[in-house]
C-alpha cells in the first residue's frame, strides 16, 4: 500500500468486524470519535463506489473515503443505525401490506435516481440483508422511520451495445433470470428483485416458494415484477411505485397524513418531488430566474419598432413562462407523463435523448403559433 493510502486510512481505528464479515468492520474516526464502515473489497468497480461518493443520494450511505491500492478497494462510509430487512423478519415476522408496499415504494425511489442517470447503474443485489431499516424497534412498538439501500458491491454501469453481462452476480432466489448470462441486467433487473422483496415482506418466502395472494393488486404486481421475460415486467421503477401508491391509497389502513404527504409531493415541481437539497436548491434557483425572466421581458412589435404594453405584453409574458415552464416539466417526467409518450418510453437512453429533442421542438413550435394568435388578436 502506498503512503498516501496508509495516511488517509491511519485516521480510522478499527473496532469489530461487522456482520461477521471479516472484510467489513466499524471503525471510528481518530480527531472526531464519528463511528463509519470500512469495507476492504477484491472484488470491486471502483467507478461505481466514486460515482456514489459524489452523488450524495438520500438514503443511501455517504461514502467519505474510496483508495485504490494493491488491487484492494478501500471505502470509508456512513454508518447507519438501524436493523436490516432480513434480521427485522426474523425477529419480528412478516410485515402488513402497507408497510410492506411502502418499503417498496422507499427503495423506488432511490433506485430510480440511480437508473435515470447518464449511464443508468443497476444495483443487482437487492435483497432484504442490503436493505436497512431505521426507526424504533421492540416487541411492543415497531416504527419504521426511514429505508436505506446499502452494498453497491456488484453493481454494474448499463451498457446499451452489450448482449450479457461479462460477470455472473447476485443471490440465489433474488437475481432475475438475465443474471445468470441469458442477456444483460438492466433496470427490469432490479425491479425483479423489488417484486421478490415485496413478496418475502409479506410470507417470509421467495415468489416460486410462495406467492403472496390475500390481495389481488397486490398479486398482481409481484407477478409483473417477477416474471421471467424483462419485456414483460414493468419496464421502469417509477411504473412499480405508482401502481403501489395506488395500492397504498385504496388501502383503509393507510393513514390521511401519508396521503397527503405522498400526493402533496408527487405533485411538486420537478426539482422538489426527490428531497435532495441540492435538486431543490438548483430547481429553486431556476424557478426564480425564470419569473425574473418573464417578468421584466419587454416584446417590441415587429411591424412598428414600438415596444408591446398593456395586456399585449401580459399576455406575451405568461406564454413565454408556459413555453420554459412546460420545457420544464417535460424534461423532469412530471408526474410521469414519459410513461405514456412514444419514444419517451423507451429503455434506449440514445430513443429518449431523441424523443425529448423532438418533442421540445414541437413545444416551441406549438409557442410560436400561440404568439401569432396573440399577435393576430391584438390587431383586431
Not at 420544464?328 to 410521469?336: F, I, Q, V
Amino acid at each position: 500500500m502506498d503512503m498516501e493510502a496508509m495516511s488517509r486510512l491511519s485516521f480510522y481505528r478499527e473496532l469489530t468486524p461487522l456482520g461477521n464479515k471479516e472484510n467489513i468492520s466499524l471503525v471510528k474516526h481518530i480527531e472526531n470519535d464519528q463511528i463509519y464502515v470500512r469495507k476492504i473489497l477484491d472484488t470491486y468497480d471502483a467507478d461505481i463506489y466514486k460515482l456514489i461518493q459524489n452523488a450524495h443520494v438520500q438514503y443511501v450511505p455517504q461514502i467519505y473515503e474510496c483508495i485504490e491500492s494493491d488491487g484492494k478497494l478501500y471505502v470509508i462510509e456512513e454508518y447507519i443505525q438501524g436493523i436490516t430487512l432480513e434480521k427485522y423478519i426474523d425477529e419480528y415476522g412478516i410485515l402488513n401490506e402497507n408497510t410492506s408496499c411502502w418499503v417498496i415504494e422507499c427503495l423506488c425511489q432511490i433506485i430510480e435516481h440511480f437508473h435515470s442517470l447518464p449511464v443508468p447503474v443497476i444495483h443487482r443485489d437487492i435483497k432484504p440483508a442490503n436493505v436497512i431499516l431505521k426507526g424504533v424497534f421492540s416487541n411492543e412498538n415497531v416504527d419504521i422511520q426511514g429505508v436505506y439501500l446499502i452494498d453497491f458491491n456488484t453493481a454494474r454501469q448499463y451498457d446499451e451495445y452489450a448482449s450479457r453481462d461479462t460477470t455472473l452476480m447476485g443471490t440465489r432466489g433474488f437475481a432475475a433470470p438475465e443474471q445468470y448470462g441469458f442477456s444483460q441486467s438492466d433496470a427490469r433487473t432490479d425491479i425483479y428483485a423489488l417484486g421478490i422483496l415485496l413478496n418475502y415482506m409479506l410470507t417470509g418466502h421467495i415468489a416460486n416458494d410462495c406467492l403472496y395472494h390475500n390481495d389481488p393488486e397486490i398479486m398482481r404486481i409481484i407477478k409483473i415484477s417477477t416474471d421471467m421475460s424483462p419485456d414483460r415486467r414493468y419496464q421502469k421503477v417509477s411504473f412499480l411505485a405508482a401502481d403501489l401508491y395506488s395500492v397504498m391509497t385504496k388501502s383503509a389502513g393507510y393513514s390521511i397524513h401519508n396521503k397527503v404527504k405522498k400526493t402533496m409531493r408527487r405533485f411538486l415541481p420537478p426539482g422538489f418531488r426527490t428531497g435532495n437539497v441540492g435538486y431543490m436548491l438548483a430547481g429553486g434557483l431556476f424557478y426564480i430566474v425564470l419569473l425574473w425572466f418573464c417578468i421584466t421581458i419587454t416584446v417590441t412589435d415587429g411591424k412598428t419598432g414600438k415596444p408591446v404594453t398593456g395586456y399585449e405584453l401580459a399576455a406575451y409574458r405568461v406564454v413565454y413562462f408556459i413555453m420554459f415552464f412546460g420545457l420544464a416539466l417535460l424534461w423532469g417526467n412530471y408526474l410521469n407523463i414519459w410513461r405514456y409518450i412514444p419514444l419517451l418510453r423507451n429503455e434506449k437512453r440514445s430513443i429518449r435523448v431523441v424523443g425529448v429533442i423532438l418533442y421540445s421542438v414541437i413545444w416551441v413550435f406549438l409557442v410560436v403559433v400561440w404568439f401569432a394568435i396573440i399577435d393576430g388578436i391584438f390587431k383586431m
